[in-house]
C-alpha cells in the first residue's frame, strides 16, 4: 500500500508489484470490450475504470481500442497531506 512517507524508489517498487495484475485485468476487460462492441471497422472505443489492487494500491486504468491497436494507460493515486499524487506507469 502506498503511504505518503515512501521515497520515489519505494513506491515504484510497490507499483511494480500490481503492474502485471494490473496489465491481466486490463487485457481481459479490453476482450470484453471488444466481444460485446462487434467488429470495430472505423469506431474508436475509449473506457476509464477505477481498481483497487489487493495491495490495497488505487488505480485508474483507460483503454483505447482502435481496428489497428489497443492502448492502455494506468495511473496509481493516492490522497496525501498536501493533495492528490498520481503516478503514472507506461508499457515502455
Excluded at 495484475?21 to 476487460?29: G, Q
Excluded at 472505443?45 to 489492487?53: A, L, N, P, R
Excluded at 494500491?57 to 483503454?63: P, S
Aim: with cysteine.
Amino acid at each position: 500500500m502506498l503511504v505518503p512517507e515512501m521515497d520515489i524508489k519505494e513506491v515504484r517498487k510497490e507499483l511494480m508489484k500490481d503492474y502485471s495484475s494490473l496489465l491481466k485485468k486490463a487485457e481481459y476487460v479490453s476482450k470484453k470490450l471488444l466481444k460485446n462492441f462487434g467488429p470495430i471497422k472505423d469506431k474508436v472505443i475509449c473506457k476509464v475504470f477505477d481498481y483497487e489492487s489487493k495491495n490495497r494500491n488505487h488505480w485508474i486504468y483507460a483503454l483505447r481500442i482502435t481496428k489497428k491497436e489497443s492502448e492502455i494507460f494506468m495511473l496509481s493515486y493516492q490522497f496525501t497531506k498536501k493533495g492528490l499524487e498520481a503516478y503514472g506507469l507506461f508499457d515502455d
